[in-house]
C-alpha cells in the first residue's frame, strides 16, 4: 500500500535513497531511528499479511535471529526457507499490531516493542487464543534498518482474562479504526 508521498517502503529520505529504510549516513541521526524502525516493523507484518516469504526474509540481517510464536528458532539467512512451504501450505492469520514503544539502544540499534493479534482466514473477528507481545530488535547498517531479532511470545496471561480482554480490546479499537491492520 503506497504511503502519501507515493513510495512503498521508505521512513527517511535522503537524497535519491527512495525505497529503502533509513539514510545513506554512516548512522541514523536520533530522530529518524523511530520512524524508520516503526517502518521496518510494520513492513515485516504487512509482508506476513501478503503470505511474502521473500519481502518478510529481506527485512532480516543473515545473522539475525526469529523466535516463532510456537518456539521455533530460525537464522535471517533461513528465514524466507522455513516461511515458503508455511505460507504454500497453510492459509495463514493476518496481523493487527500496535506499537507500545521504540527506544534507541545506541547509535546503530534500536528495540521495538508492540502488542498483536491475528484474523483467521475468511473472518472478522481477532482470534484471542494467538494474542502475541512482539519485541524487534532492529540495526543501522549499509544505510538501511534490518531485523537483528524478532520474537514472537503468546500473550497467554494464565489466570487474568481481564488482561486478555484489554489486550483484544485495544487491537479490536485498531481493527475497526484501521481496517488496514494495524497502529503505531
Known sequence: MPYR???????????????????????????SVTPAVRELYEELLR????????????L??????????????????????HLAPIFADHPTAAYV???R?????????AMLRAIVGMVPPGQSELNPAVNAV??????YGSGSWRVAL????????????????QHTGELQQ???ADHGRHQG
Open 47 to 58: 509482508a506476513w499479511n501478503r503470505r511474502d516469504a521473500h519481502a518478510y526474509a529481506a
Open 174 to 176: 485498531v481493527l475497526g
Open 134 to 139: 512482539q519485541t524487534l530488535v532492529a540495526e
Open 97 to 99: 499490531w500496535k506499537v
Open 5 to 31: 508521498d507515493g513510495s512503498r517502503l521508505i521512513a527517511v529520505r535522503c537524497g535519491t535513497d527512495r525505497g529503502r529504510i533509513g539514510a545513506m549516513n554512516d548512522s541514523p541521526d536520533e530522530e
Open 150 to 165: 524478532f520474537q514472537n511470545t503468546p500473550a497467554a496471561y494464565h489466570h487474568r482474562p481481564d488482561l486478555v480482554e
Open 60 to 81: 532480516f540481517t543473515p545473522d539475525a535471529a526469529m523466535i516463532g510464536f510456537d518456539g521455533s528458532q530460525v537464522r535471517g539467512s533461513e528465514v524466507e526457507r
Open 101 to 109: 514503544e521504540v527506544r534507541p539502544l545506541g547509535g546503530d540499534a
